[in-house]
């Protein structure tokens, strides 16, 4: 089969691969009908994950139809069409049962510092992932559900990953009614967690990024405020200027490691790597939320982190709330809001991309370029 391949940082290529095979009676063998890349698999494409090993396939947001399953799979036959979210999970240790599926303890000999991600290299479990012809599923049963017929296969795809994300970090806000949100980051999880903190009460959407036709797109899409951190000294301070001076009640992080806006941290982080990457959006939050207000993190972050504010969170009385995203808790709230029109998910995908093409695709969406937000992939284009 075709599958994406990673070489090195920014250099990936598709190659010829052996097409999975079932390994485990639970297992499901899915064919692949849309894939899509992730802000998150910049971080790979960028060298910046540990473990990612030449020849590994990446892709944890896709959607296809199963081709095989393992003797023991009972809720997929041949030929559903399914949509995958990205965590690989039991379903039925201490965590999953919890409802803490990103969090999963059977999947990934690192289980104690992270779970399963497909395609998101061997710190996540070394699972082969969906930017491919063919992909295998273990736990079939578990993460996997059918498509509502009445659900497009882009709509279906935004599901298993950036718009649960987007709507996880408005959830883990805990945001009231009437209260000010500000969204650091216009990518897809940022556009989606602006949207959604309107769903969950939110009086006043905030969101600030330097990309332009993002900040457009927050406009249009997200109904949000934008704030262009390119055209101030200080964001924070102008975030607090147009907040009474106390600050918004909510931060959402849609921003995560390689975050732009500080030259220092961004030295210091990229290129000397004494940091573990840039925490300026991280701080920016801590600094623009109000006392007693929320801090929601969804931009990735590495293990190890030094320049955060924490004690500046501590004093100012902060709830810190963060976590990979579980995808398949938000589905039934998704639905209901795509069918009835609340959400309308693909309309942020900007660039379809072929398999045989997916270099030019991260090259676009890693270096911002052609007013992209949001690409996917077409294996059989
Ligand atoms: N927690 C989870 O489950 C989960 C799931 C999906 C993605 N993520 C993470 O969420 C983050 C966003 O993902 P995405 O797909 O939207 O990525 P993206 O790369 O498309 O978007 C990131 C945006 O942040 C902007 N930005 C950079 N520095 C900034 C700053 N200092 N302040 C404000 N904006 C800034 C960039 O211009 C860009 O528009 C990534 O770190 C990704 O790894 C986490
Ligand atoms: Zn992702
Ligand atoms: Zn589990």
């Not at 030259?263 to 000397?272: F, G």
Request: net charge negative; charged share 20%.
């Amino acid at each position: 089969m075709r599958a994406m391949v990673y070489r090195g940082p920014y250099r990936i290529r598709v190659e010829e691969k052996d097409r999975p095979r079932i390994e485990h009676p639970g297992d499901a063998i899915i064919k692949v009908t849309l894939a899509a890349i992730c802000g998150s698999d910049l971080h790979l494409y960028h060298g910046m994950m540990p473990d990612t090993r030449v020849g590994h396939t990446f892709g944890h947001e896709f959607v296809g139809v199963v081709d095989e399953v393992g003797p023991d799979v009972r809720n997929l036959k041949v030929g559903d069409r399914v949509m995958v979210p990205f965590n690989i999970y039991c379903g039925s240790c201490f965590f999953c049962a919890r409802g803490l599926y990103s969090n999963c303890h059977n999947v990934n000999a690192n289980a104690t510092a992270v779970g399963g991600i497909y395609g998101y290299s061997h710190t996540c479990g070394g699972y082969d992932g969906g930017q491919a012809e063919y992909v295998r599923v273990p736990f079939a049963d578990v993460g996997p559900a059918l498509i509502p017929e009445w659900m497009s296969d882009e709509d279906a795809l935004m599901c298993t990953d950036a718009l649960a994300t987007g709507y996880f970090g408005a959830q883990l806000g805990e945001i009231r009614e009437g209260d000010t949100v500000v969204v650091f980051g216009a990518g897809p999880v940022g556009l989606y967690a602006a949207l959604s903190s309107w769903l969950m009460g939110a009086g006043r959407v905030l969101v600030v990024d330097h990309l332009d036709h993002r900040l457009e797109k927050a406009r249009t899409f997200a109904h949000a405020e934008t704030i262009n951190f390119a055209e101030h000294d200080d964001v924070v301070v102008h975030l607090k200027r147009i907040t009474g001076f106390l600050g918004a009640d909510v931060a959402i992080d849609a921003v995560g490691a390689e975050a732009d806006g500080n030259l220092l941290m961004h030295v210091t982080s990229a290129k000397l790597k004494l940091q573990g990457g840039s925490p300026v959006a991280l701080n920016w939050a801590i600094d623009g939320v109000r006392k007693g207000g929320s801090v929601s993190v969804m931009g990735a972050y590495g293990p190890m982190f030094s320049a955060v504010k924490f004690g500046d969170a501590l004093n100012k009385g902060l709830t810190l709330r963060m976590n990979q995203c579980p995808v398949k808790r938000q589905w039934p709230r998704l639905f209901e809001h795509i069918r009835n029109g609340h959400l309308r998910p693909s309309e942020i995908i900007t660039h379809r991309f072929p398999l045989e093409h997916i270099a030019e695709g991260y090259h676009t969406f890693s270096a911002k370029l052609d007013g992209i937000i949001k690409p996917v992939i077409v294996p059989a284009a």
